[in-house]
């Protein structure tokens, strides 16, 4: 099975909102990922997590707000978004235990909308 | 840096016919993906290719991981509707494994 869930499936938010965005894998992945997409573009890598530490943070503005509870979920907190930061975001995770299990498999996204 | 060059960029294409697409490098990869993605939804892995000269299937698709391990192509054979999509090839970054390097895609179209 490698099969990333992430919910909502779609989100519209205002700029003075608080979101979170959830996925969740039971692959026993140890690196999971958050990537942002706009339309007919390749995906943008955010943070990466290994073994439940934040291990990549690709110069994030501070209203994103990653989190790792466990080896099995990762939430994406939201807060004072810009409509610019609407887009797709997309959760992925791989093996993590060297370098041909980095391997990634992606999640269906959440469908962003900031007014 | 590291770039992936991929082509065609579009194409519109007949069903049953046969499509291949390609991505080029001027930096060596140790890794190929290639991914589909359908609109709205998030890039499904086709194959991955670990080895130069490796050629692997996955039913009607077909990938080969260049000799020189700075190219890679993907064939589709006998093309179906469903096959409509955007295909991004993806290859991680020689500094660091969990940073992917990507083509820009390429969109593909089939009329029934």
């Known amino acids: 099975d490698t099969e990333v869930t992430q919910t909502p499936k779609h989100l519209v938010m205002g700029m003075t909102n608080k979101k979170s965005l959830k996925c969740e894998q039971h692959?026993?992945?140890?690196?999971m990922y958050w990537y942002k997409q706009k339309a007919k573009k390749p995906p943008e890598l955010m943070f990466v997590?290994?073994?439940?530490?934040?291990?990549i943070n690709e110069s994030v503005p501070s209203r994103f707000s990653p989190e790792c509870p466990n080896s099995s979920l990762l939430n994406l907190h939201l807060h004072a978004l810009q409509p610019e930061d609407s887009a797709l975001y997309l959760c992925?995770?791989?093996?993590?235990?060297?370098?041909?299990?980095?391997?990634?498999?992606f999640g269906p996204g959440t469908r962003l909308t900031v007014l | 840096g590291q770039q992936l060059n991929q082509s065609p960029q579009s194409m519109f294409i007949q069903e049953g016919e046969d499509v291949s697409m390609n991505c080029t490098s001027s930096?060596?990869?140790?890794?190929w993906l290639w991914y589909k993605q359908d609109p709205g939804e998030g890039p499904v892995l086709l194959i991955a290719l670990y080895k130069a000269g490796e050629l692997t299937s996955n039913g009607r698709l077909t990938a080969q991981f260049g000799i020189t391990r700075k190219d890679s192509f993907l064939n589709i054979s006998a093309s179906i509707p469903s096959d409509v999509g955007i295909y991004f090839c993806a290859g991680p970054n020689a500094g660091n494994n969990r940073k992917l390097i990507w083509g820009l895609g390429t969109s593909l179209g089939v009329n029934p």
């Open positions: 930096s060596i990869f140790n890794t």
């Open positions: 992925a995770s791989s093996l993590g235990q060297g370098p041909l299990t980095d391997t990634q498999y």
């Open positions: 997590y290994s073994y439940e530490k934040l291990s």
């Open positions: 692959m026993g992945h140890r690196a």
